[in-house]
C-alpha cells in the first residue's frame, strides 16, 4: 500500500470514528434529557469535538438519528445496479431489500438506534417530517433505479408502485414491532415477512 493510500484510510477511519462518537453522544444525551431539550453544541461537546465538525458529518440534529439510511440506500442502488442479465425484477428487488434489512440488523436494530428513533419521533415534529422526508427520497430514488434497469417492462409508475408496496410494507412492519417493543431479532424476522409477503403477491400470474 502507497503512503497516499495508507493516508486516505486513516482519514477515512478517523471520519467513520468522529461520526460514531457523534452517534453515541447524541444518543446519550436524547435518553437522558429528550430529545427537544439537547443542542447540536452539546452534542459536539459531548464527542469532544467542535460545532463545525458536527455539521461537516450532519446537516442537522435529527440527522444524527438516521446515520446509517444512506449506507442502507446505496446497498439497495448497487443491488439494482449490479443486477444480472437473467435476473426478473421481483427477484432484484427482494435482493436490494434484503441487502437494506441486513444493514439495519447489523447497526440500527442491535444498537437500538431504531427503536429510540421510533420512540422520540412520537413527541418531536421535526424528527417525525424528517423521517417521512428520507423515507419518500429513498423509495423514489430506489424506484427510479429499477424503472432504469428495467425501462422496457416497467414504467416509472408502476416502477413506484412496486417499490412503494415493498418499502411501505417492511416499513410498516417495522414500526409496528418496534411500537410494541418487540426484540431486534424478533424485529428483522418482521421485517423479511413483511418482504416475502409483497414478494409473494408480485411474483403471482396475472
Not at 500500500?1 to 460514531?20: C, F, I, P
Not at 414491532?177 to 418487540?182: I, N, P, Y
Request: negative net charge; aromatic residues 4%.
Amino acid at each position: 500500500m502507497t503512503g497516499s493510500a495508507q493516508s486516505v484510510g486513516l482519514r477515512e477511519r478517523k471520519k467513520r470514528r468522529t461520526r460514531q462518537a457523534l452517534v453515541d453522544a447524541a444518543v446519550g444525551l436524547f435518553e437522558e434529557k429528550g430529545y427537544e431539550h439537547v443542542t447540536v453544541a452539546e452534542i459536539a461537546e459531548a464527542a469532544e469535538v467542535s460545532t463545525r465538525t458536527f455539521f461537516l458529518h450532519f446537516q442537522a440534529k435529527e440527522d444524527v438519528l438516521f446515520a446509517n439510511a444512506d449506507v442502507r440506500i446505496d446497498l439497495a442502488l448497487r443491488a439494482v445496479a449490479e443486477r444480472s442479465a437473467e435476473e426478473r425484477f421481483p427477484d432484484v428487488l427482494v435482493r436490494a431489500m434484503e441487502q437494506m434489512i441486513g444493514n439495519s440488523w447489523d447497526s440500527d436494530l442491535t444498537s437500538g438506534l431504531a427503536a429510540l428513533r421510533v420512540r422520540l419521533s412520537a413527541s418531536a415534529p421535526a424528527l417525525q417530517a424528517r423521517m417521512l422526508q428520507r423515507y419518500v427520497a429513498a423509495q423514489t430514488e430506489l424506484a427510479q433505479a429499477l424503472h432504469r434497469a428495467y425501462p422496457e417492462e416497467l414504467d416509472p409508475v408502476t416502477a413506484a408502485a412496486l417499490v412503494g408496496a415493498m418499502v411501505g410494507a417492511v416499513s410498516a412492519a417495522t414500526l409496528a414491532s418496534l411500537q410494541r417493543g418487540d426484540q431486534p431479532e424478533d424485529v428483522r424476522d418482521a421485517m423479511r415477512q413483511a418482504m416475502e409477503l409483497v414478494a409473494g403477491c408480485e411474483g403471482r400470474p396475472r
